[in-house]
């Protein structure tokens, strides 16, 4: 199921299923922190407040858990998976090598609508720390992502990346102090590169962008973030690995604006 492309007034209407409306539901009130790392969640909670039926929230909690979104303790309680560590660096370096490519294949061939509708998501973004919104900054950050990702135009790397959005909840990110305001400047740079239709910038931006998130991640589960973000520069400390595993069309390695 395709859900990363950017809607556009020309657009089609996807029509969308019972169950695919409540995986869609779940998996942003989870994303936006609605429901935190940890919390225990109810078949008849999830109704309530989610306005879901029982047969599709059953089944949106499903598919949570088969995603490692959800986990199911022993004694059959589900609740949100927590945050852990070695996990959260998995998924942010295989985010990495998809979403450096789908940002270099997106900036070849965004249009200038397109190009606009990211602007756009930017300024929301902003709109959203000014109003202490996290929850709406996050939306705006990841449609300002879907809009460039959704113009490579390869739904199977969208869908991968679909999947790797669904490990994390965002919120958490922008809840730390000093993240947001960064992660703005970093779209700017992103944007900058893309709006010059530079691919090779604009996959090493985002790659920067991403590595940062996880070291800033890295320091808050593990208590020693002792400084502001906005303090403190991105130390690559995890290039090498990603280097090692890079392929031929990876940013670890060069390539010609004409593969990209």
């Not at 959800?70 to 927590?82: I, N, T």
């Not at 061939?109 to 190009?115: E, M, V, Y």
């Not at 900058?192 to 962008?209: K, T, Y």
């Amino acid at each position: 199921m395709q859900n990363l492309q950017a809607p556009t007034d020309t657009q089609p209407t996807h029509f969308r299923t019972k169950r695919e409306l409540a995986i869609g539901t779940l998996r942003e009130a989870i994303q936006s922190g609605r429901y935190a790392p940890g919390q225990q969640l109810r078949q008849t909670q999830l109704m309530a407040e989610l306005g879901l039926g029982s047969t599709p929230a059953r089944d949106a909690v499903l598919e949570l858990l088969a995603r490692g979104v959800l986990v199911q303790e022993s004694h059959h309680s589900v609740r949100v998976a927590e945050l852990d560590l070695p996990r959260l660096r998995h998924v942010y370096h295989v985010r990495c090598l998809l979403e450096t490519e789908a940002a270099q294949l997106g900036t070849t061939k965004l249009s200038d609508a397109g190009l606009a509708a990211m602007k756009a998501q930017l300024r929301r973004m902003e709109a959203g720390k000014r109003a202490g919104d996290v929850t709406e900054a996050a939306r705006a950050d990841l449609q300002f992502r879907r809009t460039l990702y959704a113009a490579a135009d390869n739904p199977i790397l969208l869908d991968f990346i679909d999947q790797a959005w669904l490990s994390f909840p965002f919120s958490i990110l922008y809840g730390i102090p000093g993240r947001l305001a960064q992660s703005i400047k970093e779209h700017h740079q992103i944007l900058d590169a893309v709006g010059r239709r530079d691919p090779i910038e604009a996959g090493r931006c985002l790659r920067q962008h991403l590595l940062g998130a996880l070291e800033v991640l890295e320091d808050h589960v593990t208590g020693s973030n002792s400084r502001p973000v906005s303090n403190r520069p991105v130390s690559n400390r995890h290039a090498g690995n990603l280097k090692a595993s890079a392929g031929p069309h990876s940013p670890g390695r060069p390539r010609t604006r004409s593969a990209a």
